[in-house]
């Protein structure tokens, strides 16, 4: 069950990996920040941690946008103006 839900969300996971792992213009990222700093089990701790929040994230927004639909769409046209407004700046 688990493995169809995520692999059917593979874009969105994708994605915040991206978001996560490089960043976007209002915040640094895990790999800015951290830029060959850590050892290798530190490493492997960060990447467990991305795997685990990517994975989080995505089961939360599955999550609010099967209890509460008007939240959700408050979330995304949120989300959606904050986009276009990064676009045109």
Do not use: C, M
Request: proline share 2%; net charge positive; charged share 15%.
């Amino acid at each position: 069950h688990h493995f169809v839900f995520f692999s059917s969300k593979s874009l969105q996971i994708y994605v915040i990996h991206l978001i996560l792992l490089y960043g976007i213009p209002w915040f640094s990222s895990i790999g800015r920040t951290f830029q060959h700093s850590q050892s290798l089990i530190a490493g492997a701790g960060l990447a467990v941690l991305i795997i685990l929040l990517t994975l989080g994230l995505v089961k939360a927004e599955d999550e609010i946008k099967r209890r509460s639909p008007k939240a959700y769409k408050y979330i995304r046209n949120s989300l959606g103006l904050l986009l276009l407004y990064a676009l045109l700046v």
